[in-house]
């Protein structure tokens, strides 16, 4: 899958576009959910993240490394 913003919005909140599959997502409290193309009325569920700094990442896990 490759997600980007499709451009337009449904209900005041901006929908998704997968460009590998043409699908519509738009998002919900509990992932996304497809409402156009080939994954219609189908679940993405959302997956657990962090949202921090480099500095912050690098002191919890001390062995990541960056590619380049």
């Known amino acids: 899958m490759t997600i ?3 451009g337009w919005t449904y209900r005041n909140t901006f929908v998704l576009y ?3 599959t043409g699908t519509l997502w738009y998002p919900y ?3 996304l959910m497809g409402i156009q ?3 219609f009325k189908r679940w993405l569920p959302k997956l657990p993240s962090d949202d921090t700094t480099w500095e912050e990442w690098r002191k919890r896990h001390p062995s990541s ?3 380049q």
């Open 37 to 39: 193309g080939k994954y």
């Open 29 to 31: 409290a509990k992932g």
């Open 4 to 6: 980007s913003p499709s």
């Open 18 to 20: 997968d460009r590998e």
């Open 65 to 67: 490394e960056v590619l």
